[in-house]
């Protein structure tokens, strides 16, 4: 007689089962209730489905829709009844793979015309014919079994169904899995697993959003298939939330925004690099400036290293073996024009992907005391990396791109409180720009990485108390979380993570101790017993990349930039030709207190003038009459109202330069008058 299994529950309560029960039949010996609501469980912490017999003594939580771990189930089933509902619709079409991604899944279709002997490709037009099957087969809630098949079985079902692609599927698992086969009713798939009981636990809030080409293994030499995106949410409300987000994300698109804003664009013969017009340059170098001055706040030293840098120095940083293929070589014109030239002349040089070794060698340069330490060094560098032409997008993915970058030269007793100083500087510059939704990140040590392990011991474990402090400090405002092997190959990181408007998080700064790159350039400072000690090394960005950052800004603020951060911050315009003298003297004025201004003579309708302005998204708008320019007073007109209030031309301008008055710039006068 088998053994009964002894299983634990949440609350620690634990009792024997049958050998062999299903997880369903535990559920169910527990409660009815219990039994209808769940749809998988949890053995030792890892998702499986209730139809699989337990054969052990383990840990178990039972999974229910309402769960986080639901989520994932609920969008890998979602897909398995998209595959269906294509066979059932359009016969002969061959699925191939289907995967959950961030917010929804996608799956790939072969869908072969014998009469053209070409790939017939999915269209828009077809998803809600598929929407409507896939309704049917939900509602049909047929159960998920699961069984095992040998590998020349498997092979001769789907080569017999014409499903040429599972077939090379079959035969690219490794020879230590099981051929796993997951049916819902008649049809059947490849598939590792876990799923839900059954399809009608899916529910209804699902919609497919697009079509795409994709070729069969991403290789462009291989058949080109149909991929068909989707999306899956637990409840109605939560699809619902997510489309709205995504219609306002599509409205606050920076590369529409950056078009509307006249701010930059993107052409062929520069691909991933920014063409900044006026606009958008001034708006880029407001960034800067702010954060000049915040560094100027925290003593930190503003450095520039060359761009171009001989490949040796990046063997050395290990940069060259690690990050060659996201690097730019490149070698002098003579090396291509006289190749029979000295072969000095022909080194190969790199543009630089990132400013740490250039760091590393200003700290080097002149014998560092103790005494020097903390140095903190920073730098506005423009970096380049290599991008796929897939996967640039506007901003937010360039190849070259400025990095607020900065490193900080500090013993290992300095450590924890420079790690403190930077988390400081990181959340009041967020805060600044409106983010008050951040999440604290602290990723360990990765499978493939440099350096002791007693130091990532040491590293992680004063990185474990900051980020406790940091909690700490926030009074649980900020929330913290563990990313496991997400580490940099050097060191551990924190990665800050901001939530925007619409509720998109954002990654952008990071802080990054690394007792590497000292070490491989041989960097020291003298300590105070007089021997030569290794500096800590931590790298630190705020923005990140601050071309990024400014599309993040674009975004979140949908282009209503506050009056401080605006590019352009008043447009005076004109009703009347009677006026314009008038405006002259306000634009005069209104400059020489350091606003940004234009004026708008045109003659054009004020309404005219006031919707073009708008669409470019002017913060204010100055309306002038006649009886304005007779009276010395001004209508201020706010983006996104209708409503003009009239103030006197002094006051106006008094309000307007307190208004665009940096926010840090405010805390120091407040300081001065203390």
């Given at each position: 007689?088998?053994?009964?299994?002894?299983?634990?529950?949440?609350?620690?309560?634990?009792?024997?089962?049958?050998?062999?029960?299903?997880?369903?039949?535990?559920?169910?010996?527990?409660?009815?209730?219990?039994?209808?609501?769940?749809?998988?469980?949890?053995?030792?912490?890892?998702?499986?489905?209730?139809?699989?017999?337990?054969?052990?003594?383990?840990?178990?939580?039972?999974?229910?829709?309402?769960?986080?771990?639901?989520?994932?189930?609920?969008?890998?089933?979602?897909?398995?009844?998209?595959?269906?509902?294509?066979?059932?619709?359009?016969?002969?079409?061959?699925?191939?793979?289907?995967?959950?991604?961030?917010?929804?899944?996608?799956?790939?279709?072969?869908?072969?015309?014998?009469?053209?002997?070409?790939?017939?490709?999915?269209?828009?037009?077809?998803?809600?014919?598929?929407?409507?099957?896939?309704?049917?087969?939900?509602?049909?809630?047929?159960?998920?079994?699961?069984?095992?098949?040998?590998?020349?079985?498997?092979?001769?079902?789907?080569?017999?169904?014409?499903?040429?692609?599972?077939?090379?599927?079959?035969?690219?698992?490794?020879?230590?899995?099981?051929?796993?086969?997951?049916?819902?009713?008649?049809?059947?798939?490849?598939?590792?697993?876990?799923?839900?009981?059954?399809?009608?636990?899916?529910?209804?809030?699902?919609?497919?959003?697009?079509?795409?080409?994709?070729?069969?293994?991403?290789?462009?030499?291989?058949?080109?298939?149909?991929?068909?995106?989707?999306?899956?949410?637990?409840?109605?409300?939560?699809?619902?939330?997510?489309?709205?987000?995504?219609?306002?994300?599509?409205?606050?698109?920076?590369?529409?925004?950056?078009?509307?804003?006249?701010?930059?664009?993107?052409?062929?013969?520069?691909?991933?690099?920014?063409?900044?017009?006026?606009?958008?340059?001034?708006?880029?170098?407001?960034?800067?400036?702010?954060?000049?001055?915040?560094?100027?706040?925290?003593?930190?030293?503003?450095?520039?290293?060359?761009?171009?840098?001989?490949?040796?120095?990046?063997?050395?940083?290990?940069?060259?073996?690690?990050?060659?293929?996201?690097?730019?070589?490149?070698?002098?014109?003579?090396?291509?024009?006289?190749?029979?030239?000295?072969?000095?002349?022909?080194?190969?040089?790199?543009?630089?992907?990132?400013?740490?070794?250039?760091?590393?060698?200003?700290?080097?340069?002149?014998?560092?005391?103790?005494?020097?330490?903390?140095?903190?060094?920073?730098?506005?560098?423009?970096?380049?990396?290599y991008e796929a032409s897939g996967a640039l997008h506007g901003l937010m993915r360039v190849r070259g791109f400025t990095q607020d970058d900065a490193h900080i030269f500090c013993t290992d007793d300095q450590m924890a409180e420079e790690c403190m100083k930077i988390n400081d500087l990181i959340l009041s510059t967020y805060a600044d720009f409106g983010f008050d939704e951040i999440v604290v990140k602290l990723s360990t040590r990765p499978e493939k990485r440099v350096g002791s392990d007693d130091l990532w011991d040491r590293a992680e474990s004063v990185m474990a108390r900051v980020l406790e402090e940091i909690a700490e400090k926030s009074g649980g405002k900020i929330k913290t979380a563990i990313n496991p092997g997400e580490g940099a190959f050097y060191g551990p990181k924190f990665e800050y993570v901001l939530r925007d408007a619409i509720g998109r998080d954002w990654q952008c700064g990071t802080t990054q101790v690394d007792f590497n790159l000292p070490e491989r350039f041989g960097a020291f400072y003298v300590d105070y017993d007089g021997e030569k000690k290794q500096p800590v090394m931590i790298h630190r960005a705020i923005c990140g990349s601050m071309e990024r950052f400014t599309g993040i800004l674009i975004e979140n603020f949908a282009g209503h930039f506050p009056l401080w951060f605006a590019p352009l911050q008043v447009v005076v315009a004109t009703i009347t030709s009677d006026a314009d003298d008038y405006a002259r003297t306000v634009?005069?004025?209104?400059?020489?207190?350091?606003?940004?201004?234009?004026?708008?003579?045109?003659?054009?309708?004020?309404?005219?003038?006031?919707?073009?302005?708008?669409?470019?998204?002017?913060?204010?708008?100055?309306?002038?009459?006649?009886?304005?320019?007779?009276?010395?007073?001004?209508?201020?007109?706010?983006?996104?109202?209708?409503?003009?209030?009239?103030?006197?031309?002094?006051?106006?301008?008094?309000?307007?330069?307190?208004?665009?008055?940096?926010?840090?710039?405010?805390?120091?006068?407040?300081?001065?008058?203390?």
């Amino acid at each position: 007689m088998t053994a009964p299994v002894r299983l634990t529950f949440p609350d620690g309560a634990s009792r024997e089962f049958p050998a062999g029960l299903t997880g369903m039949g535990v559920a169910e010996s527990i409660a009815k209730s219990l039994a209808k609501k769940a749809i998988a469980m949890k053995l030792d912490g890892t998702l499986t489905d209730l139809s699989q017999p337990i054969e052990r003594d383990a840990a178990i939580t039972f999974v229910t829709r309402d769960d986080a771990d639901a989520l994932e189930l609920i969008r890998h089933d979602c897909a398995h009844v998209l595959a269906e509902a294509v066979q059932e619709l359009f016969p002969g079409t061959q699925v191939t793979i289907g995967p959950v991604i961030e917010n929804g899944f996608y799956y790939d279709f072969y869908r072969f015309d014998p009469e053209t002997g070409k790939n017939n490709p999915f269209t828009l037009e077809d998803l809600p014919k598929i929407e409507a099957r896939m309704r049917e087969i939900i509602g049909r809630n047929k159960p998920f079994t699961r069984d095992v098949w040998t590998r020349d079985h498997a092979k001769q079902v789907f080569a017999a169904k014409g499903e040429a692609f599972k077939v090379e599927l079959v035969d690219a698992i490794p020879a230590d899995q099981s051929v796993k086969i997951y049916a819902q009713g008649d049809w059947f798939d490849l598939c590792r697993g876990p799923h839900m009981a059954s399809t009608g636990q899916i529910g209804l809030a699902f919609k497919l959003m697009k079509v795409a080409g994709a070729y069969w293994r991403g290789d462009s030499t291989k058949p080109q298939l149909t991929r068909i995106y989707g999306t899956a949410w637990t409840n109605q409300k939560d699809l619902d939330a997510y489309l709205h987000m995504l219609e306002e994300a599509e409205k606050r698109d920076h590369r529409k925004l950056g078009r509307e804003m006249d701010l930059f664009h993107f052409q062929e013969e520069g691909p991933g690099t920014v063409f900044w017009h006026p606009k958008g340059w001034t708006m880029f170098q407001n960034l800067v400036s702010y954060m000049r001055r915040r560094l100027a706040e925290t003593d930190y030293l503003e450095v520039n290293a060359p761009q171009v840098l001989d490949k040796v120095l990046w063997e050395t940083s290990g940069h060259w073996g690690w990050y060659q293929d996201s690097m730019f070589a490149v070698k002098s014109a003579s090396a291509f024009v006289n190749p029979d030239d000295d072969e000095r002349d022909h080194k190969i040089f790199a543009l630089k992907p990132m400013n740490c070794p250039g760091h590393v060698q200003i700290f080097k340069h002149g014998l560092k005391s103790y005494r020097d330490l903390p140095m903190r060094l920073s730098e506005f560098g423009i970096v380049h990396r290599y991008e796929a032409s897939g996967a640039l997008h506007g901003l937010m993915r360039v190849r070259g791109f400025t990095q607020d970058d900065a490193h900080i030269f500090c013993t290992d007793d300095q450590m924890a409180e420079e790690c403190m100083k930077i988390n400081d500087l990181i959340l009041s510059t967020y805060a600044d720009f409106g983010f008050d939704e951040i999440v604290v990140k602290l990723s360990t040590r990765p499978e493939k990485r440099v350096g002791s392990d007693d130091l990532w011991d040491r590293a992680e474990s004063v990185m474990a108390r900051v980020l406790e402090e940091i909690a700490e400090k926030s009074g649980g405002k900020i929330k913290t979380a563990i990313n496991p092997g997400e580490g940099a190959f050097y060191g551990p990181k924190f990665e800050y993570v901001l939530r925007d408007a619409i509720g998109r998080d954002w990654q952008c700064g990071t802080t990054q101790v690394d007792f590497n790159l000292p070490e491989r350039f041989g960097a020291f400072y003298v300590d105070y017993d007089g021997e030569k000690k290794q500096p800590v090394m931590i790298h630190r960005a705020i923005c990140g990349s601050m071309e990024r950052f400014t599309g993040i800004l674009i975004e979140n603020f949908a282009g209503h930039f506050p009056l401080w951060f605006a590019p352009l911050q008043v447009v005076v315009a004109t009703i009347t030709s009677d006026a314009d003298d008038y405006a002259r003297t306000v634009l005069a004025r209104l400059k020489k207190a350091g606003l940004k201004a234009e004026i708008d003579l045109r003659n054009e309708k004020i309404n005219y003038k006031v919707r073009e302005h708008s669409v470019a998204k002017v913060p204010v708008i100055i309306v002038l009459g006649k009886r304005e320019a007779e009276e010395g007073t001004v209508n201020i007109r706010r983006l996104g109202s209708q409503a003009q209030t009239p103030m006197p031309l002094a006051d106006a301008i008094a309000a307007l330069v307190e208004e665009a008055t940096p926010p840090d710039v405010k805390r120091m006068n407040e300081i001065e008058w203390e």
